[in-house]
């Protein structure tokens, strides 16, 4: 999880990207060379706060709230609630602070949950200092390349949702955005499968990373910017006919049992929709 400052060029990079091409087979990438950055808190207001040795938010967690998600655009990444109301298996990439795997394992009891994170460091945080819940049969953390998980052959086709959020210390980007990496999470989508998607409108991994998942996705809708630069994107496996009123009437599903604000959700999908 990651929170930056914000630009005026936010506006002028929304909806900017290609169709679809005929994928073409490209020669293997060398392995990706991994530098742990150290692992820091802060507490401020009765929050505490996840970063990576500098001064950037990583993820946050209300000390009396443990389980609930403090960061709006965090909240953000959850719309795909609005379109899947009882999912089999969810997926993180990229674990945080925990924030949306222990919502998603505390919120829907009969669901999978599985969280993929390369630093072991962030994982022991989580465990010690942001109450991740510990494994069990429907919930499990593993310690791995995100990208080694979504192309994985076991893991084709058995995800509903999958919640990425991938960043390191030096805030540029996030580290995995190319359209071999988006093809291979929608290759784990089952056929009605949303991925939701941590982006930064006012930095120039927006447009690549729009272009990416265009490529690999039915169709891409970004809510509206949070934090003063957050941008979360919601791509669909298959694209899907929006009814408003059914959107809506979810929401206030949502809202109701999970006091997220759903409605908003739907209202930025709305206005990308008709903009």
């Known amino acids: 999880m990651l929170i930056k400052r914000k630009s005026i060029e936010a506006q002028a990079n929304h909806k900017i990207g290609p169709g679809k091409k005929p994928v073409i087979a490209l020669a293997p990438k060398p392995p990706r060379k991994i530098r742990y950055a150290p ?18 938010v990583q993820g946050a967690m209300r000390l009396r709230k443990p389980d609930w998600i403090e960061l709006e655009y ?35 009891p009969d669901t999978r949950v599985t969280a993929v994170e390369l630093n072991p460091s962030v994982i022991t945080i989580c465990e010690s200092m942001f109450k991740l819940p510990p494994e069990d049969d429907r919930f499990s953390v593993l310690e791995m390349d995100a990208d080694l998980f979504v192309n994985d052959p076991v893991n084709l086709a058995t995800v509903d949702a999958m919640q990425v959020d991938l960043y390191d210390a030096t805030a540029k980007g996030p580290v995995l955005e190319s359209a071999e990496f988006y093809l ?9 499968g949303i991925m939701t998607v941590n982006l930064f409108g006012d930095h120039p991994s927006f447009n690549r990373n729009l272009k990416a998942m265009r ?24 694209r ?15 809202v109701a049992t999970t006091r997220l604000p759903a409605k908003s959700w739907v209202n930025g999908i709305k206005e990308w929709v008709e903009s």
């Not at 089999?88 to 795997?101: C, D, F, I, R, S």
């Not at 291979?184 to 009605?192: G, I, T």
């Open 74 to 108: 965090a909240q953000q990444m959850m719309a795909w609630m609005l379109f899947i109301d009882a999912p089999e298996h969810v997926v993180q990439l990229g674990l945080g602070t925990g924030a949306l795997t222990k919502f998603c394992y505390r919120t829907f």
């Open 39 to 56: 692992v820091t808190l802060s507490e401020q207001d009765g929050v505490r706060f996840l970063h990576f040795g500098t001064e950037w």
């Open 240 to 254: 899907v006919a929006i009814d408003f009123a059914e959107l809506y009437a979810m929401a206030a599903g949502v």
């Open 184 to 192: 291979s999470c929608a290759a784990c989508l089952r056929e009605n």
């Open 215 to 238: 490529f690999a996705f039915d169709d891409v809708i970004c809510l509206p910017e949070v934090h003063e630069g957050n941008v979360v994107a919601l791509a669909f496996k298959k």
